[in-house]
């Protein structure tokens, strides 16, 4: 395993001369709009608790929020555009309010993603890899917004159903080259995209590992990878200790930091003041002579 947390000298540019600046691994801290996320379902659901949400994630060092409003857990129902749009687009103009953090939207409707960049968000999160919307290509390129095309079998809803892979990863990168390509042909600028492998959407336990074990595989494509293991269910399976989501402190710091020794350039976490934390005695032991 390659011992070292630095990365190529690569930034993407934001509006405002803003800049997500990949020489060190970022931090995207997750502001679930919903009732029904399996992480933290409904704590965040009501506009004043996101909002202090919001403030927590600032204040505990994050370099992104990202806001969704439709959740993804396994099985989850979908919900129509108004009422994610509903859920979110307060968030963001409040947020812009005070402050100007990288905002990420977390969805996968175009028009959704519209309204969100309108209100003041930089980023769009597709964890189709804009599969579900074709429109959303149009969206990303009109803006001129970095995207995050993420890898999943199926839906939210069927996606644990048996999910099966002969080659884990060269699946994945055939995904990812057919996704690039399919933006690029769009009209984004091949500058502008972000690579997820989608830990825990449509994987088994031995796939997870797998993908974190060897996300360098996804670094030839050039692109900044993310990676979302935060809380998720492999966890337990993996460590043999049952407990609640927001109890998977441990395995979710684990599987952070090996996914930055791997290539990992956005790690997107619920726990942000304790990955923050672990990022700075990385990167000091890094540097101590």
Same mark, same amino acid.
């Given at each position: ?123 769009? $999160? ?17 803006? $001129? ?15 644990? %159903? $048996? ?10 990168? #055939?995904?990812?080259? %057919?996704?690039?390509?399919? #933006? ?77 020794? $791997?290539? #990992? ?25």
């Amino acid at each position: 395993m390659p011992m070292s947390i630095t990365h190529k000298p690569q930034a993407m540019t934001l509006s405002g001369n803003r800049q997500l600046d990949f020489r060190k691994p970022l931090v995207m801290g997750i502001l679930n709009a919903t009732p029904d996320s399996f992480s933290d379902p409904g704590r965040f659901f009501k506009f004043e608790d996101g909002i202090r949400r919001a403030h927590d994630i600032i204040d505990e060092g994050a370099d992104i929020i990202d806001i969704g409003g439709e959740s993804s857990r396994p099985g989850a129902q979908p919900v129509d555009a108004d009422t994610e749009s509903d859920r979110v687009i307060p968030l963001i103009d409040a947020i812009r309010e005070f402050s100007d953090i990288p905002i990420s939207i977390d969805t996968t409707k175009a028009i959704v993603a519209q309204k969100a960049i309108d209100a003041g968000a930089d980023i769009i $999160n597709d964890i189709s890899a804009f599969r579900f919307d074709a429109g959303m290509v149009h969206v990303a390129a009109g803006a $001129n917004v970095p995207a995050v095309l993420m890898h999943m079998l199926g839906t939210p809803k069927n996606m644990q %159903e $048996n999910p099966s892979y002969e080659d884990c990863i060269e699946e994945i990168k #055939c995904f990812f080259r %057919e996704q690039i390509d399919f #933006c690029i042909s769009g009209g984004m600028d091949r500058d502008r995209l972000i690579l997820d492998p989608g830990i825990g959407f449509g994987k088994r336990p031995q796939d997870n590992l797998t993908i974190i074990k060897n996300l360098g595989e996804f670094k030839s494509f050039g692109y900044p990878i993310m990676v979302g293991a935060s809380r998720k269910s492999f966890i337990p399976s993996v460590s043999g200790i049952t407990n609640a989501a927001d109890k998977r402190i441990g395995g979710s710091l684990a599987s952070m930091i090996i996914s930055v020794y $791997n290539g #990992c350039s956005i790690v997107r976490v619920h726990d942000v003041a304790e990955t923050v934390e672990a990022l700075r005695i990385l990167r000091a032991i890094e540097e101590s002579i």
